[in-house]
Each structure stands twice: as structure tokens, then as C-alpha cells.
């Protein structure tokens, strides 16, 4: 063979590993798409972002609302609330 036919071989089988890699990219997009994958949840507030809120609804003479809040979620106070029942107790002080 001569020099030119053998890059040109060369050249072919090179295509025919471009378009494999490509077949199996596609392949695996398909298989791992994004819309099979769980959703994942936001991160829940944090303990200061909580305490925030409620004086801002304690400043605004919401006290007694933001008590019966903390009562609801069987804490007296702020340190007593589960941390996972902290974006429902954000949800429900940010309507008073």
C-alpha cells in the first residue's frame, strides 16, 4: 500500500472510533437522563434563618402568633424545633 492509501485507512478507521464514541454517548445520555433522576429536595433553612423571621414577626407585635407557632411544633422555644420541621414553621410564620 501506498503512503496516501494508508492514512487514508487510517483516517477511515479513525471516523468509524469517532462515530462508535458518539453511538455510546447517546446511548448513556439516554440511560442516565436527567428526567429519571429523583429531584433533589432544597436544603432545609438553617436555625438563624428561622430565629430571623420570627423576630421580624415579633417586631411587627406578632408575638403571641409566633408563640403559639413554636407551641404548635411542640417547642416553647426556637432550640426545641425539629430541624426538618423547619421549612413548614418558615411557611407558616411568613402568612402571619
Known amino acids: 500500500m501506498s503512503r496516501m492509501a494508508d492514512l487514508d485507512a487510517a483516517i477511515a478507521e479513525l ?6 464514541i458518539i453511538s455510546v454517548s447517546d446511548a448513556l445520555r439516554t440511560s442516565f437522563s436527567t428526567e429519571t433522576e429523583q429531584p433533589v429536595p432544597p436544603p432545609l433553612p438553617t436555625i438563624d434563618q428561622v430565629r430571623a ?8 407585635g406578632k408575638t403571641k402568633e409566633v408563640k403559639a407557632l413554636l ?4 417547642a416553647g422555644k426556637l432550640s426545641g424545633v425539629k430541624p ?3 421549612p413548614a414553621l418558615m411557611e407558616e410564620a411568613m402568612k402571619l
Not at 471516523?15 to 462508535?20: D, F, L, Q, S, Y
Not at 423571621?53 to 411587627?60: C, N, P, Q, R
Not at 407551641?71 to 411542640?74: I, L, M
Request: hydrophobic letters at 20%; a negative charge; aromatic letters at 10%.
Open 71 to 74: 407551641n404548635k411544633y411542640d
Open 15 to 20: 471516523r468509524k472510533c469517532g462515530e462508535a
Open 53 to 60: 423571621l420570627l423576630a421580624e414577626k415579633s417586631g411587627e
Open 84 to 86: 426538618e420541621d423547619y
